[in-house]
């Protein structure tokens, strides 16, 4: 990957053997990035998928084991039908360019969320993609679509009680078992969560998994994100001390 000089001197001061295995990315700011354009929300969510590719594609260079990007939540049906329907038009379009690349280099795609909202073409597009790309072992591309976490946490408690139901699993229940039943099953908690768009917010996004992220927000609106930025993001991950409630040992 040919990368600009100022980007080759943040990615040499960094340790390659700190970057963080599972990042987890809440895309805010398309609209805005428009609007102060004077263009339609639309071409913010076009230009914030040519961040995606480009993000995507620099994650993997960098080694990442996990991507998670929240693509649209389950409040964002409150937005208007015209709105939603560019924005569910996204996922096939994306797929449809990425997915050789994908396959390629090994990446493997999941959707986090419920699809049995989304309209039958993005349920489609996700199929083929989970489908092309299920035997791969690289990077793990988790798009959340049509998610929330509470709406995770109630699909997890259901499962799991009818299962207990049907005697298929036994009480006790603990954080294990219950992460298993999680939307996100198998894959480890976001090292580092970033927030675009300056808001300094949740959103109800991974709510549970968040529990001991380290969390980065910048107000870089998400089309305007950049190698740059997310080097520093991880640069400034690197300087902090995870304790998970120790004492600094320092
Ligand atoms: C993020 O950008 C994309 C989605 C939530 C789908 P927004 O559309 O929320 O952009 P702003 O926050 O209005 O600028
Ligand atoms: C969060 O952005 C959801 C996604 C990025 C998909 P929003 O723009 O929907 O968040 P709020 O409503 O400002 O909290
Ligand atoms: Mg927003």
Redesign the pocket.
């Known amino acids: 990957m040919q990368l600009k000089p100022q980007e080759e001197e943040i990615l040499q001061q960094l340790d390659r053997r700190r970057i963080p295995a599972h990042l987890a990315i809440?895309?805010?700011g398309n609209?805005r990035w428009a609007r102060e354009r004077g263009l339609p929300r639309s071409v913010g969510h076009r230009q914030g998928v040519e961040t995606v590719r480009q993000t995507v594609r620099f994650c993997d260079y960098l080694g990442l084991k996990a991507l998670t990007l929240?693509?649209?939540?389950t409040?964002?049906w409150s937005r208007p039908a015209a709105e939603i329907d560019f924005l569910m038009g996204l996922p096939e379009q994306y797929l449809q360019t990425e997915l050789p690349e994908l396959v390629k280099n090994n990446v493997r795609v999941n959707l986090l969320g419920d699809p049995e909202r989304l309209p039958a073409q993005v349920q489609k597009a996700i199929d083929e993609g989970l489908s092309a790309t299920k035997k791969n072992s690289g990077m793990a591309l988790n798009f959340?679509l049509n998610?929330g976490a509470r709406a995770e946490i109630i699909r997890a408690v259901q499962a799991l009680a009818g299962d207990l139901q049907r005697g298929k699993i036994e009480l006790p229940i603990d954080e294990k078992l219950f992460d298993s039943y999680l939307d996100t099953a198998g894959l480890p908690d976001p090292d580092l969560l970033i927030r675009t768009?300056g808001?300094y917010?949740i959103?109800n996004?991974l709510l549970w998994q968040v529990a001991y992220s380290e969390l980065w927000f910048t107000p870089v609106y998400?089309p305007d994100f950049n190698r740059q930025h997310l080097l520093r993001a991880i640069a400034d991950f690197q300087q902090r001390e995870r304790r998970y409630g120790r004492i600094s040992p320092k």
Not at 70 to 73: D, G, L, M, V
Request: hydrophobic share 45%.
């Open positions: 809440i895309m805010d609209g929240f693509a649209f939540s409040e964002n959340a998610y768009g808001e917010r959103s996004f998400w």
